[in-house]
């Protein structure tokens, strides 16, 4: 499956817990003012990848505790990246996901565009927009205060955003 990327990052210690490969997908509605990433928002920029590319240089390094998928707006290629996950999660590795909706909106609209698909193989939620004014350069894996950490899993089973600590 195909997959339109901005770039990944094959070592992060930023973008989740451990060692993570980070895809920045393509793509965002969001368009937060003082976004991180600006250059991902034209849904089409980027490159077209295949997915079991990616996956191959996920599998070359042996560090790994997990992949991130972050923006762009991960839930704009849901299917392709629920894809990919359910391969990651066969490799024993863990799943963080960043997103620009609120965890309430996903669960609400999780049958659209294989939302559920991509919330299924997410272990941890980074929901929210990031807000400018919100910025603390103190707090873990994220950009502004308003962003949570949510277990997505036990937030799907019981209909409700579960935050973790970190």
């Not at 451990?18 to 976004?35: E, K, L, Y």
């Not at 600006?38 to 390094?61: M, R, S």
């Not at 560090?63 to 490799?91: H, M, N, W, Y």
């Amino acid at each position: 499956m195909k997959l339109r990327i901005a770039g990944t990052v094959n070592d992060s210690i930023v973008d989740g817990p451990g060692i993570r490969f980070t895809i920045f997908t393509q793509g965002c509605p969001h368009n937060c003012p003082g976004c991180h990433n600006p250059q991902t928002h034209d849904l089409n920029g980027g490159d077209l990848v295949d997915t079991a590319e990616l996956l191959e240089k996920i599998k070359k390094n042996p560090l790994l505790d997990g992949v991130t998928f972050s923006g762009g707006e991960p839930f704009c290629q849901a299917e392709a990246l629920a894809e990919l996950g359910r391969s990651i999660k066969a490799l024993g590795l863990d799943i963080v996901t960043y997103t620009g909706y609120l965890f309430e909106e996903l669960y609400e609209r999780r049958q659209e565009n294989a939302w559920n698909d991509l919330l299924s193989v997410t272990d941890i939620l980074i929901d929210g927009p990031f807000i400018q004014e919100q910025r603390d350069w103190e707090i873990k894996f994220r950009g502004s205060r308003n962003q949570r950490y949510i277990d997505c899993q036990e937030s799907l089973k019981y209909g409700r955003a579960i935050e973790r600590d970190i």
